[in-house]
Every structure is written in structure tokens, then in C-alpha cells.
């Protein structure tokens, strides 16, 4: 698989793309985590989750061919998130196997944090 990694966008995601013109067999994502980050108001996680909705991509489609614009050669499909908060994300590579993990601190019963999965995510298989 291809992994893109990437982040500074005050939420965590996976998303997968989708080519039009060449259905790779090769997986390729998009891992996105901002680790450490302001607190993000509701109205601005209202319209990242917006933004990220199937009924966001039916608008704007119609929206697109009235403008004009062209369709993209690549479509994203969104596979977790998107989540907020200050988080750390990993991938392991390991020979011809990719996991994704995201990790957020949590207290547990004496107020100590501790790294607790968010989201895990097998990304190829051997």
C-alpha cells in the first residue's frame, strides 16, 4: 500500500483514494493526525464532520457541473473519523503488512493517563 502521511489539521482521519482512469490494486491512504492542537469550537467540528458527509459530496457534485469544473481523477472515502483531540497516531510497517493505530490519553481509575486506542486499522495484509 502507498500511506500519506500527514497532519496540522486540528482533527485525525483515514481516508482512501479512489482513482477514475486507473483502479489500482494498490491501496492508497491518507493518515492524518494533529497531535497536539486548540481545542476546536463545536461550530468548527460541526463543519469538519459536515464537510466529511455523503451529503456534502451529493451537493456539491451538481454544484461542480454548474461551475464547470471538472470531475477529479481521485476520489477520497473517508474510513474513520473524523476525530478530535490531542492525539498520536502510529503506523507499523512490518515486511508487506501496514496497521494504523490512533491513540488518546485517558485517566484511568487514579487520574494517571494512559494511551487508549481510538481507532485501529489493518491497512494490507501479507
Sequence with gaps: ??????????HAYVARARFRHDPATTPVYQ???????????????FGFRAGWSHFAAAISRP????AGVRPHSVRW???????FGNELATLVLDDRSAWFEL??????DVGVPHLKPVVSMELTKP
Design 1 to 10: 500500500s502507498i500511506s500519506v502521511l500527514s497532519g496540522d489539521v486540528h
Design 31 to 45: 493518515l492524518t493526525c494533529s497531535p497536539v492542537h486548540n481545542s476546536v469550537p463545536g461550530w468548527i467540528r
Design 63 to 66: 454544484v461542480r457541473r454548474l
Design 77 to 83: 472515502s473517508r474510513l474513520g473519523g473524523p476525530y
Design 103 to 108: 491513540e488518546r490519553a485517558r485517566p484511568d
